[in-house]
């Protein structure tokens, strides 16, 4: 079981525009064509952040239309927030603050042997980072800059940095990169 922070990101670090658009993402290509079909079969628990999960509740329409459902996901989901959020009907969503080191534990237990994916936001996949929970970061890199918006992962990674361990390339669109977190991290 790894935690994961699986994201996609303008070639200059954002991961969506300063609104929290995700409008620059979508012409890059289909999603079925990355290695995201693969990847969300071995998840078996979400950590979610608050954007992130408004984000969603604002485009249920549009995720409905491309997934087939407003909420897209069957694993456990936890959202990570300070403020009062709707629940969505039928989706198996748990609304937490505070420490992720405990809120780990449950999402471990939930996910069994399959892997934990945490969803957006590039402070919360820090907060794991900070941890010493986080084991893998997996990113997306589009064909286009943003100029300024919310960074992919606003942590200072300098020693030990980061391990490459794959890159490949899917459409013309976007790179994909694997890195391994040093276990002597944070």
Known sequence: MKTQYYAASSLDGFIATEDDSLDWLFPLGNVEDTSYPAFIADVGALAMGSATYAWMLRHADEVALETGAAWPYTQPVWIFSTRELPAIAGADINFVRGDV??????????????????????????????????????????????????????????????????V???????????????KSAP
């Open 101 to 166: 080191r405990p809120v780990h534990a449950e999402m471990s237990k939930a996910a069994g042997s399959k892997n934990i994916w945490i969803v957006g936001g590039g402070d919360l996949a820090g907060q794991f980072y900070d941890a010493g929970l986080l084991d893998e970061i997996i990113v997306q890199v589009g064909s286009v800059t943003l100029g300024t918006g919310k960074p992919l992962f606003p942590r200072r990674v300098v020693t030990p940095p980061l391990t490459l361990v794959s």
């Open 168 to 182: 490949q390339q899917f459409g013309s669109g976007f790179a994909e990169l694997r890195y391994q977190v040093p």
